[in-house]
């Protein structure tokens, strides 16, 4: 199946080239660390990486059975896989082996588990010229697990044969993939479109692939770029999220807006390519082909993207067919269709529902002939979804006939698993789960309870401990109260696709008239809508109905202090709870009414009534007295101060401890020192003797709670008078020493001022001086390092606050 092809690159990850001969070489020693029979099976629970590609094919090369599992799936459904699957063998990352290990022991079998991150360092001498065995097309390749409608998850069975369906379809007879094609891996490896579309097939035709190292927008674009990507492989949320990014810039300019609706009348690809060649660009310049697969693709999407000039070639199909039955040719698309039955394939529909024969369609689910039989009749799949096919072969998808519910990022969800979970509250009599704007929403009536607040007691005793215990995208987002009995059919059977109805009824019931909805309301609710895109009803709750997070509170209290003139603190906007109780006050307090949004470029230019701190020399003796404490009494280490740049600069330390200001500035040159301000919170410097110390040795006070506007523009002085300022992004001290939620203040000001920001990363600080210790522990290891700068650019506020995020995150997990 697998060719080497010597020195040619074979994987890109970061700053590592893997060619053939080393990923070779690697598979080989993989093989080495263990021994399994034909045909038994190998688990691997573990992220992107080499290793994972090594894992997999050394599994191959020994004839055995390959099982992916999600690495975010909880230690219970790892169990469960681990139990019905029996491995010889457990493959899983350092980070993933602590659940591996809970996980095996609560399945009760016997596994040879194997750390991936032990073998997985690249050496360029690993290298071998051995060529990869042939196979039996019949045997099991691999088995991927996949929701089944009781609410287990089932083993799909898909043979060698099966594999080379797809693959041979789209290289030897559609040739999207050719010996030159350059792949770039996002999905998580253990879907079946991922596996085959963004590792097996560029493989096997001797392609080159480059692991992104994460999903967030700067990993994606510099991958691109730097391996010059051909193809694409992504989900619709995915293209819905980059298209989204691309129009809201357009829709900014109106010279933008005037080609853009030129380029769809002229509706010509090389025309497109020409008009928005940055945007080409922006991708590499070399991306030639994007695939779309694992749910419908949203046909504004598909429409806008070859406007543009590109071409989104969507597919259809299933775990069950490895995976696709049909696709899309290029130069054929037809926005709204997942194109023409693959090569091989024949389609049909009956009574509505779409069913396929062919060599890729599975073997069977593993160790559930009854099951298999309800969808394998007479070597037909029936797929359970409903369509139609075209006088040209062209299938449209009209909707789904089988429960299982498919999130725009390809997860499968049995809502009937989640159900059964809530229903085992005795608060609970019935509850029916259901999709709404691409979240799991839930309609619940509860028992004969007393008491003024239900709503909150089903909150924290039924659906909070339900997604805390869950995998991420099974959480219920949003629940309903009812008192009615949910539809359901004469035999019982719950009608969920009247759910949404039903829900937008009980929404109408507890909203106000349309009259009554005053116009602080609609200025409010509007705001929040833009931000959320979601419609804003009185009733909703600005945390579990919104899902307003820190961040988003922020830009709220900006925008009521500038449109109403009310200054309410942080505290105080999280216990208004719902939106109306927050318009009551607005309205009551208001010394204004102004509808506009917030323009932090304006705010940040208005002039600011501030004077500098003084520079002592004091400044810098304790700085220079604090490093050689800290180099005294802890085992103290660092590195990296060459990355702050000569300019003006935001640094950005994680927060562990009273001492991580020191820590930082301790290290920095003497010329450094006199150049960089901190800033400290007012309700700490409320003594004059305080004030004084803070006005002479480079403290700035702000009072981020009752005036974020004057002390955003506070922080802004310092940088434009090419200052440095050390920022605590966490706002404070994490107790554990984890990672907590960055607020976007200074990322706001690296945007508006084009100023770069150094993540600095702090390990250790949280042990030296616990929270709530008066005294530190001395000889305690810390380690402080700061990191390449992230640059503003054209980025988002929230893409520069996830980058210097992730920075920081990955150096600690390094470490």
Known sequence: MLKNHGSKVAISYGNEQITYSNFFGKIELFSSLYDIGKGEHAVIYSENRPGWFYAFFSIWEKSGTAIPVDFMATVEEVSYILKDSAPSVLFVSAEKRPDAEKAVEKAGIITKVIEIDQYDLFQPEQISDNEFPEFNPDDTAVIIYTSGTTGSPKGVMLSYENLMANIRAVSDIIPIYTKNSRVMVLLPLHHIFPLVGTMIAPMYVGGRVAISPSMTSEDIINTLQQ???????????????????????????????????????????????????????????????????????????????????????????????????????????????????????????????????????????????????????????????????????????????????????????????????????????????????????????????????????????????????????????????????????????????????????????????????????????????????????????LELDLGMDSLDKVGLQVYINQNFGVDIEAAELSGFGTVEKLVNYVSEKKTKMEDGKINWTEILREKVNFKMPVSWFSTRIMMRLSRFFFHLFFRFRSRGVENIPSGPCIIAPNHQSYFDGLFVSALLRTRQIRQTYFYAKAQHVKKPFLKFLANRNNVIVVDLNRNLKESIQKMAEVLKREKNLIIFPEGTRSESGQLGEFKKTFAILSRELNIPVVPVSIEGASDALPKGSIFPRFWKKVRVEFLQPVYPGEYSYEHITNAVRTRIAENMAGK
């Open 227 to 541: 391996n010059q990507i051909t193809i694409l492989i992504g989900v619709p949320r995915l293209y819905a999220a980059i298209r989204k990014g691309i129009v809201d810039k357009i829709n900014k300019s109106a010279i933008a807006k005037t080609l853009f609706a030129l380029a769809k009348r002229v509706n010509s690809p090389a025309f497109s390519r020409k008009i928005f060649g940055t945007v080409h660009k922006k991708f590499g310049g070399y991306l030639k082909h994007l695939v779309s697969g694992g749910a419908s693709l949203d046909p504004v999407v598909g429409s806008d993207f070859q406007t543009l000039g590109f071409e989104v070639l969507e597919g259809f199909g299933m775990t069950e067919s490895a995976p696709m039955l049909t696709f899309t040719r290029p130069g054929m698309v037809r926005i709204g269709s997942p194109g023409q039955a693959l090569p091989g394939t024949t389609l049909k529909i009956v009574d509505g529902e779409i069913i396929a024969k062919g060599k890729n369609i599975m073997k069977g689910y593993y160790n559930r002939p009854e099951e298999t039989a309800q969808v394998l009749k007479d070597g037909w799949l029936y797929t359970g979804d409903l369509g139609y096919i075209d006088d040209d072969g062209y299938l449209y998808i009209t909707g789904r006939k089988k429960e299982i519910i498919v999130l725009s990022n390809g997860k499968n969800i049995n809502p009937v698993e989640l159900e059964v979970k809530i229903l085992a509250s005795e608060l609970v009599r019935d509850c029916g789960v259901f999709l709404s704007e691409d979240q799991l929403h839930a309609v619940i009536i509860p028992e004969d309870l007393t008491g003024n607040d239900l709503h909150s007691q089903i909150q924290s005793s039924v659906i909070e401990p339900l997604n805390q215990a869950v995998s991420s995208y099974k959480k219920i987002m949003r629940f309903y109260i009812t008192w009615e009995e949910l539809p359901r059919t004469r035999l019982g059977k719950l009608q969920r696709f009247k759910l949404a109805d039903f829900a937008i009824e009980e929404e109408k019931e507890t909203s106000f008239e349309a009259g009554e909805l005053s116009e602080e309301f609609e200025m409010i609710a509007g705001f929040i809508a833009s931000e959320k895109n979601k419609k804003v009803y009185p009733q909703h709750h």
